[in-house]
């Protein structure tokens, strides 16, 4: 991937807040919204789900899924030029015994103050996914799959900008 286009892929992920997720239903595809935090490294994206939710018992029984996070489409450019990056990877609970916990609820409520008093409920659950593979789009002719590697590299290039 070239520069310009990790910087963008990066500028998406650390700018959205918003992912499709896609999950397995009864051996078919269900995709729902959900909100995200990420490392600052992209080794990891974290979403914190009901499990009431559809979603979420899907993952329980099978926890391959899919993010998908899409530039807005603002009405002025080809929509089939939005950037967007799909990661694939398994859907991990992180309960609080995990010594990571801590960390992890701090930075997604860093992003998401007033999921607070979703933490006290307790349906719900801190899963991580870790990119295993994924395809960044980031216009006519820049696409490209991606490895556990270059979502990493993507983070590094806008590293100045990296949050804490």
């Known amino acids: 991937m070239d520069a310009t286009s990790a910087r963008k892929m990066a500028g998406l992920v650390r700018g959205g807040r918003v992912a499709a997720l896609g999950t397995l239903r009864d051996g078919a595809p269900l995709v729902t919204q959900v909100i995200y935090s990420v490392a600052d490294d992209f080794s990891a994206f974290y ?21 998908m996070i899409a530039e807005s489409d603002d009405g002025t450019v080809d929509p089939q030029t939005l950037a967007r990056v799909s990661v694939r990877g398994d859907a991990v609970a992180i309960t609080p015994e995990d010594d990571r916990y801590d960390g992890i609820k701090r930075r997604y409520l860093q992003k998401f103050p007033a999921a607070a008093p979703n ?3 307790g349906d719900f659950m801190l899963y991580c996914v870790e990119p295993q593979s994924g395809r960044f789009v980031g216009g006519f002719g820049k696409i490209y799959n991606l490895t556990p590697v270059n979502f990493l590299a993507a983070a590094a290039s806008d590293s100045p900008r990296m949050q804490s």
């Open 47 to 67: 979403i914190h789900v009901s499990r009431l939710a559809q979603h979420t018992q899907d993952i329980l029984r099978d926890p391959r899924v899919s993010l």
């Open 119 to 121: 933490f006290d409920l």
